[in-house]
Each structure stands twice: as structure tokens, then as C-alpha cells.
């Protein structure tokens, strides 16, 4: 029964875009484990509050990784 826990900053994708996270990876674990293990795979999305997440000492917001996926650097 595998559990794929996914951290992100809040605000960073929305509903749709969290829905095909747990789809994707989904597929993702079954295309490894096989079809049988569908019912017991178990995706979670979990939220951080923007600026409670850091990478190398420095905390992140919502802005920061929204300029980071637009290519602007981290820091």
C-alpha cells in the first residue's frame, strides 16, 4: 500500500493542476507495482504556508517559486 506524500506552497498550482498531480502519479506507481495495487495507492497534496518552506536557509513564498517557474533565479 504505498503512500506518495507531495509538499508544495500554498497557492502554487490550483485545483485542476493538484488533481492531475494525484492522477499522474497515480499511473506513475502503478505503472511500477502493477494494476491490482490501484485501490490501495494513495496520493496526498499538502499545502505549506508560503514562506515556511526554505531552500539553503532561505525562506520561499508563493511569489518566489510563481518567478522560479517563470525562469527567474532562486535567492
Same mark, same amino acid.
Given at each position: 500500500m504505498p503512500l506518495v506524500n507531495v509538499k508544495v506552497i500554498e497557492g502554487v498550482f490550483d485545483a485542476e =493542476? +493538484? =488533481?492531475r $498531480? #494525484?492522477?499522474d502519479l497515480t499511473e506513475a506507481m502503478v505503472e511500477i507495482e502493477g494494476e491490482n495495487m490501484r485501490p490501495v495507492t494513495w496520493v496526498i #497534496? /499538502? /499545502?505549506v504556508t508560503s514562506g515556511e518552506w !526554505? $531552500? !539553503?536557509g532561505n525562506p520561499l513564498s508563493t511569489a518566489d #517559486? +510563481?518567478?522560479l517557474a517563470a525562469g527567474a533565479? #532562486?535567492?
Open positions: =493542476q +493538484k =488533481q $498531480i #494525484v492522477r #497534496v /499538502e /499545502e !526554505g $531552500i !539553503g #517559486v +510563481k518567478a533565479p #532562486v535567492g
